[in-house]
């Protein structure tokens, strides 16, 4: 009977308990941990940006170029061994680029009322030294663009000024009468692309800004957590011999700016540099962003980043600085988050 | 169904330890039952033959307390100080949860003169969880009380098996008889694996930079498994053998000890086998960003595939069952009874020390003391109290009734500190015997 009794004991044990235990009804407490990590990397380099994935410059050489005023004609005579040459700007952001693949391709579209006939040469110089030369071997008739084939463009620089030539123009004599209103002309036209940089070099006292948006998604969209006293560290590592001022921008899906990344342009120290103005260092510069739950909240809700950031070639004892290839500032977003979660509220 | 919800979430939440069913060794001294532990004292007295079984249940761990869980139920809460609490008071590195039974189908024994023979069959199933306290504050408080700390977040492992084994056993006097003099006990093993999960390596470590910039995680596991895609209870994917050897010392007809080495052995898997494995270190700077000017990308994939195991199929694997050394001095007071052996007052000091952490055994030692009292030859009853092994401490009773020297039944646990001292109850047991002798 005692043994029945002891063997009772436990199961009744085990049974009461398990008819009283309810987990439903148990209050959990709130969640609230302290997580340290890095949450995203990016590294800009000169490669990366993209509004110089494509290079194009053009000359437009117009009828004023040869003496042709604005009126009409009976006729027009043709034009033999014509030479013309400009000194045109490709670029305000660099001084120079030197390319370590890239594929040059030369158009030239004829809007003058004239043919332009074979044999015209095309040339890009700086300082004497020829950047690029093509002869044109068709006639071009008005109104009509000729591309020349691709070239390899390896190894070859641009400056942010070259001098085009146009040696030898020849056109056909127009025998009809015609008019001219000045805005005829005959654009010379480059295109560089499928490029990848060796180095980009940048003249003291210039500034250029690079702007682009970006989808963007903040880690958690799944939580109703809120972050309280929490905060966001930026670390940039910057290899550019110059100065950044970077801000990001988050947007909502219609394009609405709800928040900022800072609450002023982080100010990004530029590397030192040597004589001939390459970076000889990655100096680190950190900024810190207080996180509150409104905070949160904007960046679970942004859709979009826009990124902004500024480049000030300020403050060096050379006159050009130059950015290699693979010369980056490394940006890193480290969370330093105080995370809360209400269970028995959420259940 | 609420008390299936209960037992499950008992068993798991309130960790059990694996324990070692000392008291059949208590109150069923000498039958087949015992003999499981100590082998050399198999003897049935006086009698012939005997058909025995047992059943043994057990649950335990050396973290998490009855007294949380009574609590639960009266306030309806768990605090952000209970789970701060129940941290604290874990150990860093070596924490454990394990649950398990055996089944005694059979257990036949006959003797010839003071020469016993018996053959038994026994299914056990053991299962452990290792864990460290530093993974589950992680997910409790987060990594940054780690920053600029190398810390263990593992073990984190899990094991079990499943095994049935054929016994055949004896028990001799070397010399001397019962009162005085060495009695040997040899028992040998055939086992069959009918399933197993061993994780032989679980090494989690983690280092968070002092500012956050980077994670380093270093990770070295190894999981193999064997028939339990489709387990099948008649059907056995692994085979091994074990012995167990004793040898008790009578050194006066007062006092004896017996001294055992228990669960030599290993089972070997080679069906239906799968192993899973990685190992490795990562440093995580946070999800880079490539491309940002054009088309984004993040490395989500590679992340991903730093911790995605290696899967094969047909690697044997080996598991070594619990080995230990059982120790246990009898202290033999007032009239014996000739027909069981049993004498009126019985003192039991035992030490129990396992040589490998495996399902059923820790290295943690056992020490334990136990009384036993037998009333006119019908009732043996006594208390066991304990240290160490799969329990922080451990409280038991346990008692028989003994039908005319023939039919005993028993039931009794070495651990019923849950319902004694609510705080320092980590596991709860219970063992049912009966043995029908002639």
Redesign the interface.
Known sequence: M??KK??Y??VW???I?????K?D????????????????????SPQ????I?SIQFEWGVTVNHLNIAPGSYPSLPAFNGVNLSETIKTSDIYYEITFDSAIIKLFIINQMPFTIKSGTNILVKKNNSVLFSFTVNNDILPNTTFSSPEFDFAGKKLYNEVEIYLDNLSTQAINNPVTITGNEKLTIQFEIKNFQLRELAVESNNRFE?I?T??FSF?GNEMTAEAVNGKL?V?VENQFPIQQRIQAYFMDSLFRIVDSLFAQAFVIAPSNVDGQGYSIDKPLSQSEISINPQKFENLKNAKYLL?KATFENINQSVPVTRMRRYDAFDL?????L??KYDFTKNK | M??????N??LLYFPLFSQYNVSVTYCNHNDVNASRYEPSELHLGKKHFQLSGNYYLWAGNNAFHYGL?DK??KD?????E??DNLLSSMHPTKNTLGLGQDYQILGLAFQIKNIAFAFSVVDKFAFDFNYTRNFLSLL??????F?GQNIDLGPLSMNAQYTREFVGATAFNLFGDMEKGVRLGIKAKYIQGLGALSMPTSQLKMY?EP?????DVGFNYHLNISGLSKFDPLAFNGTGYGADLGATFNFSPKFSLDASVLDIGAVNYNKNLKSYAKMGTYR???????????V?E?NTDTLAAVFEPVETEGNGFSVALPTRLFLQGELKLGKKDDESLQPKHAFFFTYIQGFNQKPGGTKRPYLGVAYNYDLHEI?D?GASAALGGYNRYAIG?F???NFFHTLK???G?DN?M??IIKKSGTG?D?S?NASLSF
Request: proline residues 4%; charged residues 20%.
């Open positions: 005692l043994m002891l063997l004991l436990v044990f085990i049974l308990q398990a008819c009283n235990f987990p009804e148990i209050k959990l407490p709130r969640w609230q941990s302290e997580w340290l990590g890095p949450l995203s990397k990016i590294s800009l990366d940006i993209k509004s994935d690079v682009d970006t989808d880690a560290k670390f990124a890193q977003v480290v969370g330093d105080q995370l | 609420k008390n299936l919800v209960f037992l979430f008992f869980f639960l139920q309806k809460e768990l605090t952000s209970d789970i409790w408080q987060g990594n940054k009380q920053a968070t500012d956050g910039r980077y994670i995580y700077e946070g999800m880079f960003i490539k491309n940002f000017f054009s984004p993040m009732i009853i009773t008692f028989s009734l039944l028993g039931i646990s019923l849950p319902l709860i219970v049912l």
